[in-house]
């Protein structure tokens, strides 16, 4: 076994040492480096610390950073430093990546380092590569055509990214030469800064995908927020773009038009939403921040005519309508100002009878006879009490409306009510009234409203039978119940009227010259009366073959 002498060994061990503690060093400043090139997600400050880490461990006159691009196999310059300045990157030149010579194209190509001393003698033999010289004010000249080269050395360092070089580090000294310790420091450095550029890369990549998540979510969320308003609201709303298609048609637009999502989206408004000709045309479209106006449109739904009041606000893309069914409280006005004018007309015509007569008594200059005078008295005397009616109707029907009125809950003999009634009111009806009930037949309620439904049902009968004809009324009863039935040969009533003769102010044909006077509330009253009563009225009735009201209330158990 061969002995080394003493000295060797000494030296060799020195050697070993000085090697160990070199990398112990270089292992303490890469560690120091990569916590401190991981502390920022920003890659312009990860190349200031980059190059603040070289300052410090190895001397240089130039630094540049430089992406390579595989796709267009160019390399573009990311950072660069020269003697002292920071040089704006986009002064340099792009290079396409040489094939054959040039260093940074070597490095790329090849992927390994490259260590260079002798630069000048590289750009004079290098036939291949483009190399440029680059001064602290940014110049750049284009070697050697425009001199030599004051560069010594560099060393070039790829960055790799999975394997993949995507870019390269070059190093320059003005004086000094590098060794391969240097070259490892930097690779290592380099491997650290490539590290933290992808780091950094990834960051703003996941902060940009965050933030257009975040604005999709806050887009997303205000449609939704919009959909489900648009959803609840009572009101229709539908959106037409600009070229005419409706794009939104809400649940309330369904239940009003009658029509689904399905049969209106994505069709053409003119085609799909009843009445659009009268909607464009009528309802103006806001497109500011004023109120919008309201434009109240009839339109024709099912067969049936649908009072509706729309707005309609212009957004960039088209227009939002919004639509609400205003038919019943058209209708309602209608009946109002229908019963204003009946209940004038009503007045009108008694009051004028009234004020004739009492102007006629009055004209000292007639000589009327004793007769004349009994004659307009009771006219005066009748009409009062024609006025005296309506006014009574009137002001029992807002009674009624406003729960005022009290019914009694007392054992009524209905037959012998009927009896009484139809004795009395026979001479003043015109009408043969014929009666059937049994000697007694006793219900519960108030004896004088049970009365003054009889008085009005009467009243009906004889009035809507203008050819005449015979009128019944009967009483009947069974366990439950006492019936009070009045039947007449009259005009009869449509089956499509018969419910809403009992609606307050509701006239069949109120306008017609020949249908005779009233206000339109006596079947709403007796109705009315009727219910409180616990009772109910109905009505049976052919168009032309007359009608039978029917009042129906409960049977009193309390013993005979
Ligand atoms: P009014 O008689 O004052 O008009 P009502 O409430 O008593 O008001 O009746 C409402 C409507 O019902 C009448 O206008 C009439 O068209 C219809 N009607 C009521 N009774 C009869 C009847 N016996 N025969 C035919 N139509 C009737």
Same mark, same amino acid.
């Given at each position: 076994?061969?002995?080394e002498p003493p000295n060797d060994v000494l030296a060799h061990h020195q050697?070993? @040492?000085?090697?160990?503690?070199?990398?112990?060093?270089?292992?303490?400043?890469?560690?120091?480096? &990569?916590?401190?090139?991981?502390?920022?997600?920003?890659?312009?400050?990860?190349?200031? =610390?980059?190059?603040?880490?070289?300052?410090? $461990?190895?001397?240089?006159?130039?630094?540049?950073?430089?992406?390579?691009?595989?796709?267009?196999?160019?390399?573009?310059?990311?950072?660069?430093?020269?003697?002292?300045?920071?040089?704006?990157?986009?002064?340099?030149?792009?290079?396409?990546?040489?094939?054959?010579?040039?260093?940074?194209? @070597?490095?790329? !190509?090849?992927?390994?380092?490259?260590?260079?001393?002798?630069?000048?003698?590289?750009?004079?033999?290098?036939? *291949?590569?483009?190399?440029?010289?680059?001064?602290?004010?940014?110049?750049?000249?284009?070697?050697?055509?425009?001199?030599?080269?004051?560069?010594?050395?560099?060393?070039?360092?790829?960055?790799?990214?999975?394997? !993949?070089?995507?870019?390269?580090?070059?190093?320059?000294?003005?004086? =000094?030469?590098?060794?391969?310790?240097?070259? #490892?420091?930097?690779?290592?450095?380099?491997?650290?800064?490539?590290?933290?550029?992808?780091?950094?890369?990834?960051?703003?990549?996941?902060?940009?995908?965050? %933030?257009?998540?975040?604005?999709?979510?806050?887009?997303?969320?205000?449609?939704?927020?919009?959909?489900?308003?648009?959803?609840?609201?009572?009101?229709?709303?539908?959106?037409?773009?600009r070229e005419g298609v409706v794009r939104f048609w809400n649940r309330s637009? @369904?239940?009003?038009?009658?029509?689904?999502?399905?049969?209106?989206?994505?069709?053409?408004?003119?085609?799909?939403?009843?009445?659009?000709?009268?909607?464009?045309?009528?309802?103006?479209?806001?497109?500011?921040?004023?109120?919008?106006?309201?434009?109240?449109?009839?339109?024709?739904?099912g067969g049936r005519e649908l009072w509706l009041s729309f707005v309609a606000?212009?957004?960039?893309? *088209?227009?939002?309508?919004?639509?609400?069914?205003?038919?019943?409280?058209?209708?309602?006005?209608?009946?109002?100002?229908?019963?204003?004018?009946?209940?004038?007309? +009503?007045?009108?015509? /008694?009051?004028?009878?009234?004020?004739? &007569?009492?102007?006629?008594?009055?004209? /000292?200059?007639?000589?009327?006879?004793?007769?004349?005078?009994?004659?307009?008295?009771?006219?005066? %005397?009748?009409?009062?009490?024609?006025?005296?009616?309506?006014?009574? +109707?009137?002001?029992?029907?807002?009674?009624?409306?406003?729960?005022?009125?009290?019914?009694?809950?007392? !054992?009524?003999?209905?037959?012998?009510?009927? =009896?009484?009634?139809?004795?009395?009111?026979?001479?003043?009806?015109?009408?043969?009234?014929?009666?059937?009930?049994?000697?007694?037949?006793?219900?519960?309620?108030?004896?004088?409203?049970?009365?003054?439904?009889?008085?009005?049902?009467?009243?009906?009968? $004889?009035?809507?039978?203008? =050819?005449?004809? *015979?009128?019944?009324?009967?009483?009947?009863?069974?366990?439950?119940?006492?019936?009070?039935?009045?039947?007449?040969?009259?005009?009869?009533?449509?089956?499509? #009227?018969?419910?809403?003769?009992?609606?307050?102010?509701?006239?069949?044909?109120?306008?017609?010259?020949?249908?005779?006077?009233?206000? *339109?509330?006596?079947?709403?009253?007796?109705?009315?009366?009727?219910?409180?009563?616990?009772?109910?009225?109905?009505?049976?009735? #052919? /168009?032309?073959?007359?009608?039978?009201?029917?009042? +129906?209330?409960?049977?009193?158990?309390?013993?005979?």
């Amino acid at each position: 076994m061969p002995v080394e002498p003493p000295n060797d060994v000494l030296a060799h061990h020195q050697q070993v @040492e000085h090697d160990l503690r070199r990398k112990a060093e270089t292992a303490q400043l890469l560690l120091d480096a &990569a916590r401190y090139l991981g502390e920022t997600l920003e890659i312009e400050r990860v190349y200031d =610390r980059f190059h603040e880490l070289l300052a410090d $461990a190895i001397q240089h006159d130039g630094v540049v950073v430089s992406s390579f691009d595989e796709r267009e196999s160019l390399i573009r310059c990311e950072y660069a430093w020269v003697e002292g300045e920071h040089v704006d990157p986009a002064t340099l030149p792009e290079l396409k990546l040489s094939t054959a010579g040039g260093m940074q194209s @070597e490095v790329i !190509r090849t992927g390994r380092p490259l260590l260079e001393n002798d630069v000048g003698g590289r750009v004079a033999g290098d036939e *291949g590569g483009t190399f440029y010289d680059v001064d602290r004010e940014g110049t750049v000249r284009k070697l050697p055509d425009t001199g030599p080269t004051h560069v010594q050395a560099a060393m070039m360092v790829p960055i790799k990214d999975e394997g !993949r070089v995507v870019g390269v580090v070059q190093l320059m000294s003005d004086e =000094r030469t590098y060794t391969e310790d240097d070259l #490892e420091l930097v690779e290592g450095l380099v491997g650290l800064m490539a590290g933290a550029v992808r780091m950094a890369r990834l960051q703003t990549e996941r902060r940009r995908a965050e %933030a257009s998540e975040a604005a999709a979510k806050a887009v997303a969320a205000e449609r939704e927020q919009e959909a489900r308003l648009f959803k609840a609201v009572g009101d229709g709303i539908f959106y037409v773009r600009r070229e005419g298609v409706v794009r939104f048609w809400n649940r309330s637009a @369904e239940l009003i038009t009658g029509l689904s999502s399905e049969d209106v989206l994505d069709r053409a408004a003119a085609e799909v939403v009843p009445g659009w000709a009268a909607i464009a045309e009528q309802v103006a479209v806001t497109e500011d921040d004023s109120v919008p106006r309201v434009a109240r449109v009839p339109v024709e739904v099912g067969g049936r005519e649908l009072w509706l009041s729309f707005v309609a606000v212009g957004r960039p893309e *088209g227009v939002v309508y919004a639509f609400r069914d205003m038919t019943a409280e058209r209708e309602l006005e209608q009946a109002k100002s229908d019963f204003i004018a009946t209940v004038s007309h +009503e007045l009108r015509t /008694p009051m004028t009878a009234v004020y004739g &007569a009492a102007r006629t008594l009055l004209r /000292p200059e007639l000589d009327l006879s004793s007769e004349q005078r009994t004659e307009l008295l009771e006219m005066i %005397a009748t009409q009062s009490e024609r006025l005296a009616q309506i006014t009574e +109707e009137v002001l029992l029907a807002s009674r009624l409306d406003r729960g005022e009125v009290t019914v009694e809950r007392d !054992r009524v003999d209905v037959g012998e009510l009927a =009896r009484g009634t139809v004795d009395a009111m026979q001479p003043h009806l015109g009408a043969e009234v014929t009666l059937d009930a049994p000697q007694s037949a006793f219900a519960t309620g108030d004896r004088d409203r049970i009365q003054q439904i009889l008085i009005n049902l009467l009243d009906n009968a $004889a009035k809507f039978s203008p =050819r005449g004809g *015979g009128i019944t009324v009967s009483v009947s009863q069974d366990a439950d119940h006492v019936r009070l039935a009045v039947a007449d040969q009259g005009v009869g009533i449509a089956p499509s #009227e018969q419910q809403a003769i009992f609606e307050k102010f509701y006239r069949v044909d109120p306008h017609l010259t020949e249908t005779p006077g009233g206000t *339109g509330l006596g079947l709403y009253i007796c109705g009315e009366l009727a219910g409180r009563m616990e009772g109910k009225i109905a009505v049976e009735s #052919e /168009p032309g073959r007359g009608s039978t009201f029917v009042l +129906e209330l409960p049977r009193s158990r309390t013993a005979e």
